[in-house]
């Protein structure tokens, strides 16, 4: 059974940074693509950031590049999303998910996700 449970969310100020962790179960980072999404309040959830499988290629949205790093800890099996310089329109719940390509991912879809970890930046 594929687990994924993330952590690491908080209220923090803009232009703070912070570090999200998904710990994986039941499947290796290393072997599937992984990726963070997010949902914002009233809106639906998109895709933000993957990695792909094998490789160390990764994907970012418009909205994050520059500021989010995608990472993955084999030893621990664990993803993070580093997130510098947040902005309150950065707000939603965080998810992460895993599929077996990062297209999928970058779809929006995913076959395993996450409870979700909420980020607060207030304006």
């Known amino acids: 059974q594929v687990r994924l449970v993330e952590s690491g969310g908080g209220l923090v100020q803009a232009g703070a940074s912070l570090r999200l962790s998904c710990a994986v179960s039941?499947?290796?980072?290393?072997?599937?693509?992984m990726g963070w999404f997010r949902q914002a309040p009233g809106k639906e959830r998109e895709f933000i950031a993957a990695?792909?499988?094998?490789?160390?290629?990764?994907y970012y949205a418009d909205s994050v590049k520059g500021r989010f790093v995608i990472s993955r800890d084999y030893a621990k099996n664990t993803l993070f999303l580093q997130m510098n310089s947040l902005k309150p329109e950065d707000t939603a719940v965080y998810y992460c998910?895993?599929?077996?390509?990062?297209?999928?991912?970058?779809?929006?879809?995913?076959?395993?996700w996450g409870q979700g970890t909420q980020v607060t930046v207030p304006s």
């Open positions: 039941g499947r290796t980072v290393g072997g599937y693509a």
């Open positions: 998910g895993t599929s077996d390509t990062s297209i999928t991912l970058r779809r929006g879809e995913a076959d395993y």
């Open positions: 990695i792909t499988r094998f490789s160390d290629s990764t």
